[in-house]
Nanobody, 121 residues
């Protein structure tokens, strides 16, 4: 049974930081490219960041470059998203994704349940 458990969201003030985590099981995590997406109410889900199976390549949406960092620990079957300098426009539900197509930014077949990030003073 495939599971992706997202966590780490919450309420943070503008300029603050959060680290999201996604613990995975039920598939060969260390063979999969992984990604993070987000969805703002009323909008389509959008690509945020992606990382290759070995961790050597990272890709980011233009709106997060320099503020967010994606990483992974294959020994823990976990992918992370470190988010710094958060802005109110980053408020969204963030989803972990397994099998992300890093060049096209298209999502893979596996999804986490999502974790809410709210940036507000």
């Amino acid at each position: 049974q495939v599971q992706l458990i997202d966590s780490g969201g919450g309420l943070v003030q503008p300029g603050g930081s959060l680290r999201l985590s996604c613990v995975c099981s039920g598939f060969s995590f260390d063979s999969y490219d992984m990604g993070w997406y987000r969805q703002i109410p009323g909008n389509e889900r959008e690509f945020v960041a992606g990382i290759s199976w070995g961790g050597g390549r990272q890709y980011y949406a233009d709106f997060v470059k320099g503020r967010f960092t994606i990483s992974r620990d294959n020994s823990k079957n976990t992918v992370y998203l470190q988010m710094n300098s958060l802005e109110p426009g980053d408020t969204a539900v963030y989803y972990c994704n397994g099998g992300t197509e890093l060049y096209t930014k298209d999502p893979g077949r596996y999804w986490g349940q999502g974790t809410q990030v709210t940036v507000s003073s």
